[in-house]
């Protein structure tokens, strides 16, 4: 690509600012990732979202809106979350969340009580005091982390 051709494509792609000294922001790629598994069935998790019924907003079709309303990402360990995994992506439903945040926001996230303290199983571990593998196996053995306390496991999604 010759450098008029070029600086012509880079104006093109730099009018919302999300290419920075030429390449993507993690936000507009965190958008341009949402926008296809939403909307573009040739995409590979489609499936499990715009072949699932879950859109993007009217207003989040433009990055320059998104970016508007999501702002910067706080650190690299975060990225979009929604926070009702039914619920599409919009302003109301979406915050930037960490990893572990959002592996407890998973449809198959298993969550356990003793009828005070409600958790995972590596929160309850550590409620505890034991390790995640030690929780794992009383459950599967005894059907509690501690013996002689009931557990239960919530069938309900909180």
């Known amino acids: 690509m010759n450098p008029t051709l070029r600086d012509t494509w880079l104006q093109g792609r730099t009018k919302h600012g999300a290419y920075a000294n030429g390449g993507e922001t993690p936000e507009h790629y965190i958008w341009r990732s949402m926008i296809a ?5 040739k995409q590979r998790s489609y499936k499990h979202y715009g072949g699932a019924g879950i859109q993007v907003c009217e207003r989040w079709r433009t990055f320059e809106q998104f970016f508007q309303d999501m702002g910067t990402r706080p650190s690299v360990e975060h990225s979009l979350e929604r926070v009702d995994v039914y619920d599409g992506y919009a302003p109301h439903n979406c915050k930037w969340a960490t990893r572990s945040e959002q592996q407890k926001n998973k449809t198959s996230t298993r ?11 590596v929160e309850c571990a550590a409620h505890v005091g034991i390790s995640k593998e030690l929780a794992h196996w009383r459950w599967k053995h005894w ?10 496991e919530l069938q309900k999604r909180l």
Do not use: M, Q
């Open 37 to 41: 598994r939403c909307t573009n069935p």
């Open 111 to 121: 969550w356990y009580t003793d009828g005070i303290f409600i958790g995972t199983l």
């Open 143 to 152: 059907g509690t982390f501690v013996k002689g306390i009931t557990w239960h």
